[in-house]
Structures are given as structure tokens and as C-alpha cells.
């Protein structure tokens, strides 16, 4: 049996770290979308969303506008105030929520049919381009956000369209062959039968994960030709069944290709699959392409999907910093994959790999205001060439407010407005707490509070409110070498096993567990396969992965060289970012600017203070270069 | 006034390097274009470039095929032809050429007009579209080859039909605005008055050159537009003005951009200009561009043009390694362009950059048989990616047998088979050697042998053969920190100016100038801003740089360090390369293949031997991994 993520109803955060990015959430970010959606934000890019919902529901006149799949940010904005709403009661949101969702209901076909493109401009079209008109893709996303509504909420308004929605994509697909070209579906149909307990629906998500690659052609002949029409925005090609992984059947597949958050959103909903249906063979595909990942093709950030072009994975270490792609969606999506992972195995590598996504990659995708977004996160920023220069156009040195193609901020606001059911899990036996977080979580047993000071500071504190036998089951992050853990202020005994210490006893009310470990600065070091890491190094403290950027510099990024034996210390604040944040200082060389591009004898560096700043607070200051991995010499 | 390059008719090669380089033209490479252009090679694409010519003739049937610009690889190939008959006369291919001269002639219009596209495909837009239709740029390299046929072997046929072309071109754009969209005709045109002393070609070259730029908006102007049709194969767009240097008159341009083949056709041609008009403000732009381009945005090798879009240059030091595009063409033109630069002053830079792309970045893009050829020549490969993943598709590990773009084998053809005409120049009182390649050379003085040992060994001889007071001028090349230089075996006197030693006397018959020096192994550094060379060096030995592949080495080439102090050996022969090679061999080290991808223990190197050998002959052997750059440690 399948451990099961304690629900996000039954957990509420409360942490020095996290709790302030919630109620950025719930105050800027989520009612800042909002304006966004319905184009009142007159310097970002219109949105039309909710507009286009009007004119399919008849109620406004105009043409549809935006991407094909312009409806799921309505979907993922809906799905972030379900849980804007559930951290935060608000009367005139909830009341705008259900107005939106009522305009969504007015577009519903009879049939159940819901998509404002193909209601407003093609009606005659609907469900024959699967490869490029993600109609399934807006579907999924809409099951997510009437599941969320309910569940957190209780709304069921959202939810009953989407059964009526469901509903009809079975009728259909139960009985026609397809398989979407942006999946996505597959993970919207699980959670609404996670919620309903209809089997139909698991069922319909097995089917498309099943039927996807046995016959590798299908997209090409199911495909209509259409010159001149792409409704991706850009050229899908039928003939290119890696970028949507659609070449090989999904349990054969042996390392990641294609587009990122297509390959990921797929691995979510395998994994959650494999783990409903006990498939052995599934779960191993889950596994292999999860080690691929994290150990060929992910970059230390945590960011994934090396290239611009298809914005997808490439090959086996290539890594390149300062031309990287990795999509803020795609960091998003490596969490849910992780935690879907969970429920097979408490194994401390997912759960490791939701936190290095959340404090960096992720996190990174976001201005610390809230307002402002990227969607690409290198690792290396030159300003005279990025977001410019041939090969770096997509590289920006600053975030944008808003993107045509809006699917990264929506991601990031409903996963942190939704960060409490990460943390939690449990079964007839255990709680598992995999990260360190600050939270209340009512547990089958009963409840118990969790303190943290991480991820600044190596203090955690479990205390147990009622009396009960169980076990309780930390995650401990790989990077923790030693710990002390006591209960009730005395050594106990515990087991430790795939990254999680097992405490088993009956517990007693106040009980406390206290966890202690250092955060020193680690140096990281990359295999050197990876071509662009040569002779380089990156600084890390805790979870927090660090970066050299110019506001903090005596001397050009790209001109300092890290001693091997440099000592590294902490210290904050850092000028112009928030108090709690810790900046690493050290002494370090210099290489001067050269007269000659190239020179016969090696200049020698001088010494030079050098600063490092925690990766996800990079490009919050003025506009300069930045870097991640630092010349070693 | 200006020192004149002595004429190829006047310098014979007998050198160890070169000679057998130009045997190579004339008995396989040049042989083998043609048999290219006339399709006479199953395996290698079709050119159909002869068999246009006898379409626009009315003497075949058939189709227009190929590039807008096919007629400039039979330009090409003639000119180069025209170096070969002068190397090694050979009554077959002087007939064959004469048959293709006669051929072109009758495709010739009766006002002088000729370029088979527009003879053939479309004859009512002539002239029409400057921006994409190359008729100028295939023009430019008939007048080239035109001249070469009748300097260097004395026919008189195609230079008869290129007056006519060039008088019609005057005719129309002496008095019509017209610039053109690939710069070259205006190499073609001094060409063609240097020859014919007419200075009415002289001044259209001027015309096109100072018009350019004039108006910004002049290809917005004059191009009509056509959805669909791009003659150039791909897409130029008339607001893009970089591209094709045209937004800032030629005297006010101040760094290197865009197409880099253009850039440096326009840049040779203003050069010429300059000298021959004594034009000091055109002089100060070549000056300035000449410093741009070795100064921030040349490759190590002498590449240039990072970009593969628009094959351009991007920005000061953005120099990546494994993107590099750096076409052969381009090294090619920087020759041509530091070639003129001598005329207005023998400054030893310009011979420097003749010599480093000759021995490197030109010369590499020719198999050592002579039969393949590269267009992009990179300074890294990874064989995981190249030609392959995203951002590397241009960058081949292997040279391919022929391109539909073919400009880069002909263009290194007609360099190798005239490398006579840029060994020497003269004025009324010097003689000047510009590089260390063993030849005779008829000056106005009397004939001068010059013997070498070079590249391998420092040592070279200059035998006077006639008594005169003159100046015999020697440039040293400026990787040679040391040198001792005899007359007769004894201590003499002279000056060092600008990379040039002067040494005027009474010369007599077999008066003997001896040169000797080392050729120690150099580490060359680059400016920290380019990037990607961070905490790397490359290693050069004379003229030549070199560079570590796979086939040589006891460890992945990436996982490579050479140690700060390690001794660097040479040897020879290097394993299935040419005989006279010189290998490097060093005590380097090698960081094993790690488990994780991202470690936070720095893995101890172990003792590696390291072989480097010249990058010229890179990619002979089989295929693999390759880098120029080395990790120092």
C-alpha cells in the first residue's frame, strides 16, 4: 500500500521562510493575476482570458485573443485562489471565484465540451488537432482547479462542470483512439477520481498514458494539415514524436527528451498511476527517467530543460550555464513529480529534490516582490549579450512582468499557495515529514506541530499533542552530514533508512522531537562530463544554492577566481535584500582586464573580497552579470 | 605612396609545408570542384552550376537549380583554375577553362548583362532586389576571376566579358542608387582597374562603397516584397541594416557586426580603396574595425563570427567555443582584408593575422586530402552534441564531401593556389617578406630566394642574387621573442620597426640573410571577459596552435587539466597523420567520471599523459571529442 500526502486541508504552514511567500501570494500575486486575466494591468501584455470566456459564453462581442491554450491560465489562477482561499478567507474573492466559474458554465457546450478558442473561432474543429490545440491540456487544468476548489474550499460549482467535462472526454476517448500533445489531461483526470472515487476516470488517464507512443506515427496521421495555421504558436511538427514523447510507449522510455514540462507532467501522472495501480514496470520507467534527470540532465539549481529550441532536454550533460532554458513550469513540475514519487517509496531523493527546487530554481522564477517573473533561469548572465546576442536572446537579465504565454506565474502561485501538501504524508503506521517547514498538520493520530528555523538556521522541532503509538519518519537532506536528535531533550534511538530517521514509540502528549544540524558553505563540484563546469565550482549552505552577482562585487563576475582553500563565512543582511537573507563573504583573486585578447603569460590575479548571494534573490537589485559556478584556482 | 604586393606571376613556392598544400589544389582539390560543378560526383550534393550556364545559354534544356549565387562557385572555381594553370601548366584543364569561359560568354547579354537565375528564371527583375539577389556579389567574383585568368595565365576571354559586365554595371549604377546586399563587387571593380588601369571602375567601387549606409533605410526602400520567395535560400530581412552593414556610412562603422563574410569583403575592399585614394578617414575605419575584430572578437584559431545566425559576429568577447560558427570563408576574407592593410603600411600585425589564419582557421577547414571541407570550424566538439542537439546542429565533428552553400571550398582553393601573391611586396626602395614560406620572388631589383624551415623550425635564408642598394624588410613574426639574424654568417645591423626588421645595403650577388630561432610552446591566456575560457589555456607552437583529440589521448579529452608547470614536449610522427607533424606531448591530468552528477568532495585528479597536435589537422582520424582550450590546474 501506497503512502498518501496529507491533504492540504490538514496542514497549515507557519514559517519564517515560507510564510511570508504564502501571504505574497494570497496579497500581490494571486489578486495581481487576477487584474492581469481580465487585462486591467495596462504596462503588462493583455491577457483576454476572461474575455474570451465572455465571447464564448456569448455575453461580450470581439474576437478570441491570446494562445490557443489561453484558458488554462484561467484554470491555473482559479486553482491558486482555491488555495489563496483556503490560506486566507476572503468574501469578495470567493465571490469573484464564483462569478468566474459561473461565466465558465455559461460556456459549456450541452455536451459538456469546454474550450473558448474552439467555441468562439472553430466549432467544426473541435478535437481533431490534438498534437497542437491542447484542449486536453486546458482540460486537465480545469479538473485541477475544480478538484482544488472543492477540496479546499468546498466549493463544488467548479467541480461539477468538470465532471460534466470529464464526463465527456471519456464518451469520447473511452471509445476513440488519442492521446493528447501537451499532456496534462492524465494528471487533471487522476486527481478528480482521487476526489470522486470514479474509476472512469483513473481508467481514462491510464488509457492516454498507455496508448502514447505503441503507435508512433499517430500524430502524424491524425494530424489535419493546416499551412500557415500553428495553433502552438509556433511549429509543432507531427513527424517529431520526441518533443512530445510520444515515440516510444511510456514504459520503455529511457531518459528524457523533448519539451521539459510535457516529459515532466507526464512522469506526474505515471508515477501517481503507477502507485494507484501497483504497476511495477511503470514505476521502474518513473524511476529511470527520475535518476536520468537528476544525474545527467539537471542543473544544480535544479532547473531542467537545457535548450531554448523546443524548450526541452537535449542530451546527457550538457548542461551549458549561461544559454540555459530551464523553464520556471519545468522546476514546478520536477516537485510534482517528486512528490507523486513519494507515495511508492519515502525515499530521501524525491524529497531532497522538492527542496532544492523550491528554495532555488523554482523560487528564482519569481521577483521577491511578486510581481514579476521569469520564465527562463540561467545560471550565467553576461548583460552585454544576454536576452541580446545571437543564442542568448531568450537569457533575460531582468524579469518581465508578464509573458503572451503566461504559464509560468500561475504555476508558481499555486504551488506556493498550495505548499502545505508537500510537506506531509502518512499511512496505517507512519507520518512522514518531508521537508522542513513550520506547520501544523493534523495527522490520522492526532496533531502535531513542526518548528523550523531552516533554512537559515539547522534547528527543527516536532511536538506531538496527543498520545499514540506510531512512527514518526523525518526526512533528513542529503546534505546534512550529522545530526543530534533528541526526544524530550535526551539521545534516543531511531532508525535511518533512505534518507528518513524512523522513530517509533508511544507517543505522550508535548512530546518533542529536536533535530540539530550544521549548515556549513559546501563547495559543489560537477562530474566532468559536464563541459561548461570545468575548472568551476558552485557554493552551497543548507538548501540554498549561491550565486555571484554584480551589485555585490569589488570586481567584474566574470573576472574572480575562488581559492581552493578560500575560507567562506556568513553574514547579513545583504544591502538591499531582505534581513533574513545570508550572504557568503571571502577572499578571493582577481583577474585584471587584459590589454591583449590573448597574451603569453599568465596574468596573476590580486586579491579580492568576493560576495555571494542566495540564487533565488539574484536579478532583484540593478541589472548586472551573474553567476553561478565560479572558476576555482 | 604605397607598397604594391609583388604579383603571383612573379613568385614561385618551394616550400616544405606549402608545396605539397598546393600540389594538393592542382592535382586533387581543384580537379575534384569541378568535377563537383558539373555533377560529376554521385555522392556529394549537386551543384548544376555549368549546366545553368548552358540552360541560360539555350543550349540545355531544364531548370534553374541550386542557390541564387551558383554562378560565384563557377567564378570561383576559375580563378581558382586560373592559380593552377600558373602552378602547373596543363593543356587539358587550360582548354576545359576555355570551353567554360566561351560558355559564359554566350550567356552573356547583349548589353553585358550575365547571372544565369535571372537569364533563366525570372529575366524581368534584373537588378531589382540588391538585398537578396547576389547579381552584384556574382559579378564581383567574375571580375576576379576575369583578372586572375589574364595576370596569371595570359587568356584574355573572360576578362573581355567581365569589362563588358563591369561597363554595364557602371552604365546602370553611375547614374542609379544602388548598393549591393553581399558585398564583393567592389573587390571585383579594384580588381578589375588595377588590371586595366580604367579608373571608371576604380570610382564605382568607391560609389558602392560610400553610398552604403548613406540612407539607412535604403533596402527598406528599394526591395520589393515577396511573400514566400527568399533568394538568398533563407530569410534576410531589409530592416535588418547590421546584418549586411549598410546602417552607418562605411568611414563612421566602429566595431565589427553582423555577416562576417560581408564585413570582411567590404572591409578588404575599403582597405584597397583607402590606399589607392589616399583616403585617411576610410584608412582610420579599417584601422579601427582591423583592432575590433583581433582584439574583442576573434577566435584563438583566427576564427571569426561566433554567431551561426546570420554567420555574424555578436558582441566584444562573446567568443563561445563550442558554438563557434567561424566560417572558413571568413578566415579566408581575413586574409584578403589584413593582405591590403600591408599596402598602407607594412605593420607586422597584419602579417601576423595573414600567418595565424593560414596555419590554423583557414587551413583547417580543408581535409588533409583535400577533399572535404568545413564551413564552420569550431574550437570544441563534443561528440554527444555536435551536429546534433540543440544550439550545436551547425557545429560537424566531421568535414561533409561538399555543401549546396559551396562558397568555402573554392574560397580556400583560390587562396592555396595563390599564396604566392601575399608572401611579397615592394616599393621603389624595399622589399618586403610578409611570411616564412620558402620561394623565389622576381622584385624590380632581381630575384630573391628565400629558404624555410618553418613552421617546424626557426629557420629561414634569404639569398640575394644580383647587386642593388635596397631594402630587404623581414618580418618577424611576433611569437618570436628572440632571434639571431646573420648576413654571410656574420653580426649585421638593422632596424626593427613595426614587426619589421630593415636591412638596407649594397647587396651583392649571393649575399645570404640567415634567421634563426626557437619555437618554444607558448600557453596562450585569453581576457577574462571572454567567458568561456575561463581558468583555461591554449597551446601554440610558432604559427601553429594546437589542439587535444580524442584519438590521441589515455583520458576523455574533457576531463583533461594541464598542470600550470607542467613540461611540454614535442614529438613526431603523430600516429596516422602526416609525417612531418609535430605532436605535444605533456605530463598532464585527468578527473575520473564521477557517480552523482554534482559532488560536494572535490575528486582528486590522477597523472594523465596528454597529447596535442596542430588544429589544422584536426578531424583526419576518427571521430570524437575535441577542444582547443584546456583546463589549467
Known amino acids: 500500500m501506497s503512502i498518501r500526502p496529507v491533504p492540504l486541508k490538514n496542514v497549515r504552514i507557519a514559517d519564517n521562510f515560507w510564510s511570508p511567500r504564502q501571504r505574497l501570494m494570497t496579497d500581490v500575486t494571486i489578486p495581481y ?54 490560506l486566507k478567507p476572503d468574501a469578495a474573492l470567493s465571490r469573484r471565484v464564483d462569478e468566474t466559474v459561473a461565466l465558465i458554465g455559461r460556456c459549456q457546450q450541452p455536451d459538456g465540451y469546454l474550450n473558448t478558442y474552439f467555441t468562439v473561432k472553430e466549432p467544426q474543429n473541435k478535437w481533431k488537432n490534438l498534437l497542437e490545440c491542447h484542449e486536453l491540456y486546458c482540460a486537465g487544468h480545469m479538473l485541477e482547479a475544480g478538484v482544488a476548489l472543492y477540496e479546499d474550499t468546498g466549493k463544488d460549482n467548479l467541480l461539477n462542470i468538470c465532471i460534466r467535462l470529464a464526463n465527456h472526454i471519456c464518451d469520447r476517448f473511452e471509445k476513440e483512439e488519442g492521446i493528447p500533445g501537451h499532456q496534462e489531461i492524465e494528471i487533471g483526470l487522476l486527481r478528480l477520481y482521487h476526489t470522486t472515487g470514479n474509476i472512469r476516470y483513473r481508467d481514462m488517464a491510464l488509457r492516454f498514458l498507455n496508448l502514447r507512443g505503441q503507435e508512433p506515427d499517430w500524430f502524424k496521421k491524425h494530424t489535419p494539415s493546416h499551412p500557415g495555421v500553428h495553433y502552438g504558436g509556433y511549429d509543432i511538427l507531427p513527424e517529431d514524436t520526441v518533443y512530445n514523447q510520444s515515440d516510444v510507449p511510456v514504459r520503455e522510455q529511457k531518459t528524457a527528451r523533448g519539451h521539459a514540462v510535457r516529459q515532466l507532467y507526464m512522469l506526474t501522472a505515471m508515477a501517481d498511476a503507477a502507485s494507484e495501480t501497483e504497476d511495477q514496470e511503470l514505476q521502474a520507467a518513473c524511476e529511470r527517467l527520475f535518476e536520468n534527470i537528476t544525474q545527467k540532465q539537471m542543473y544544480v539549481t535544479g532547473a531542467v530543460g537545457a535548450s531554448a529550441y523546443h524548450e526541452s532536454f537535449t542530451a546527457d550533460y550538457d548542461l551549458p550555464s549561461d544559454r540555459c532554458y530551464g523553464e520556471t513550469c519545468a522546476s514546478v513540475a520536477m516537485i510534482f513529480f517528486a512528490h507523486q514519487m513519494l507515495k511508492n517509496h519515502p525515499d530521501g531523493r524525491y524529497a531532497d529534490l522538492m527542496e532544492l527546487e ?26 552585454r549579450v544576454s536576452g541580446k546576442a545571437s543564442g542568448y536572446e531568450h537569457v533575460l537579465p531582468e524579469r518581465p512582468q508578464w509573458y503572451t504565454c503566461a504559464c509560468c506565474p500561475p504555476n508558481l502561485a499555486r504551488l506556493i499557495s498550495s505548499l502545505g501538501k508537500y ?22 493520530f492526532g496533531e502535531i506541530l513542526m518548528e523550523s528555523k531552516y533554512p537559515w538556521v539547522g534547528e527543527v522541532r516536532y511536538i506531538v499533542s496527543f498520545e499514540k503509538e506510531f512512527t514518526l519518519s523525518i526526512h ?25 530517521v524512523y522513530i517509533t514509540r508511544a507517543w505522550k502528549k508535548e512530546d518533542t522531537v529536536e533535530l540539530g544540524f550544521d549548515l556549513p558553505v559546501r563547495r559543489i563540484y560537477t562530474d566532468p562530463r559536464v563541459r561548461s563546469c570545468r575548472g568551476k565550482v ?34 547579513g543582511p545583504v544591502p538591499k535584500l531582505p534581513d533574513d537573507l545570508i550572504g557568503l563573504c571571502m577572499e578571493g583573486k582577481t583577474l585584471e582586464y587584459q590589454e591583449q585578447l590573448y597574451s603569453s603569460t599568465y596574468a596573476e590575479p590580486s586579491s579580492c573580497r568576493m560576495i555571494a548571494i542566495p540564487y533565488f534573490a539574484w536579478a532583484n537589485r540593478k541589472k548586472g552579470d551573474m553567476t553561478v559556478w565560479i572558476q576555482q584556482g
Not at 521577491?368 to 517573473?373: E, V
Not at 507512519?430 to 521537508?435: E, P, Q, R, T
Not at 540554498?544 to 581559492?563: G, H, K, M, N
Request: aromatic share 14%; charged share 20%; net charge negative.
Open 358 to 383: 523550491l528554495y532555488n530554481a523554482a523560487l528564482a522564477g519569481m521577483q521577491l516582490d511578486g510581481k514579476r517573473f521569469f520564465y527562463v533561469n540561467p545560471l550565467e548572465t553576461d548583460i
Open 538 to 571: 558552485a557554493l552551497a549552505r543548507g538548501p540554498i544554492l549561491y550565486c555571484f552577482e554584480e551589485a555585490d562585487q569589488y570586481a567584474p563576475v566574470f573576472s574572480l577566481i575562488l581559492p581552493v582553500n578560500a575560507d567562506i563565512s556568513t553574514f
Open 476 to 500: 533528513i537532506p542529503s546534505h546534512v552530514q550529522k545530526f543530534i536528535l533528541t526526544i524530550n531533550r535526551k539521545a534516543t534511538e531511531y532508525q535511518l533508512r533512505d534518507g528518513y
Open 33 to 86: 493575476m487576477e487584474q492581469i486575466l481580465r487585462n486591467e494591468i495596462p504596462s503588462a501584455e493583455p491577457s483576454h482570458a476572461i474575455r474570451n470566456f465572455r465571447i464564448a459564453a456569448g455575453e461580450d462581442s470581439g474576437e478570441f485573443y491570446g494562445m490557443v491554450f489561453q484558458d488554462s491560465d484561467v484554470a491555473k489562477w482559479l486553482e491558486a485562489a482555491a488555495y489563496s482561499l483556503a
Open 423 to 444: 510537506l506531509w504524508s502518512e499511512d496505517d503506521k507512519h507520518v512522514y515529514s518531508h521537508l522542513f517547514i513550520g506547520s501544523k498538520v493534523n495527522t490520522r
